[in-house]
T-cell receptor, first 109, second 116 residues
Framework: GIQVEQSPPDLILQEGANSTLRCNFS?????LQWFHQNPWGQLINLFY???GTKQNGRLSATTVATERYSLLYISSSQTTDSGVYFC???????????FGTGTRLLVSP | GAVVSQHPSRVICKSGTSVKIECRSL??????MFWYRQFPKQSLMLMAT?????????EQGVEKDKFLINHASLTLSTLTVTSAHPEDSSFYIC????????????FGEGSRLTVL
């Protein structure tokens, strides 16, 4: 099956700093999503981005499907950005998503 | 975005008992729902795909008789952990597709199961 690797596994930032999270996948995909898992376990949808670039406030994402990677940019980080960020991909016609290994982010004041 | 709701959010049970977790799509119909499991500090692993009106499809290594899935309506799927044991303690999360865009998955709040 498809493999999804995220980097870095852990990231510590000072409030206000910028960061880039990476998601590499081993096969072509037709579905890619980024999620933020908060301390209570809830998965928050950030982006649905099988290709192209999107922006939402301080967050933006780019997927280069031909090169099998996606990037999540966080600018001017805040303590509330702390948590685990997952990318998840699918390649079987809108069916299941396979989750990446996750990036654990801690933003300190 | 679409709303998916799970209940209960937390459950503690004794070893040997069965526990049922409900997953509802509140503002859309879902012919397919997905059940994931997450152990502490790990990623989410797909357990099974729940199909309305038919049998669930289980991932390799997931015991069908241990994790019973019923998808009796277009808005409700249930996961029953039968004869639960401490190793079944985990965070269970359901998901469903909510319309536009057609491929986007939305997740419930999750259910944390602790088996004593």
């Amino acid at each position: 099956g498809i493999q999804v690797e995220q980097s870095p596994p852990d990231l510590i930032l000072q409030e206000g700093a910028n960061s880039t999270l990476r998601c590499n996948f081993s096969d072509s995909v037709n579905n890619l999503q980024w999620f933020h898992q908060n301390p209570w376990g809830q998965l928050i949808n950030l982006f649905y981005i099988p290709s192209g670039t999107k922006q939402n406030g301080r967050l933006s994402a780019t997927t280069v499907a031909t090169e099998r990677y996606s990037l999540l940019y966080i600018s001017s980080s805040q303590t509330t950005d702390s948590g685990v960020y997952f990318c998840a991909v699918g390649n079987t016609g809108f069916q299941k998503l396979v989750f990446g290994t996750g990036t654990r982010l801690l933003v300190s004041p | 975005g679409a709303v998916v709701s799970q209940h209960p959010s937390r459950v503690i049970c004794k070893s040997g008992t069965s526990v049922k977790i409900e997953c509802r799509s509140l503002d859309f119909q879902a012919t397919t729902m997905f059940w994931y499991r997450q152990f502490p500090k790990q990623s989410l692993m797909l357990m099974a795909t729940s199909n309305e009106g038919s049998k669930a499809t289980y991932e390799q290594g997931v015991e069908k008789d241990k994790f019973l899935i019923n998808h009796a309506s277009l808005t409700l799927s249930t996961l029953t952990v039968t004869s639960a044991h401490p190793e079944d303690s985990s965070f269970y999360i359901c998901s469903a597709r909510g319309g536009r865009p057609a491929g986007e998955l939305f997740f419930g709040e999750g259910s944390r199961l602790t088996v004593l």
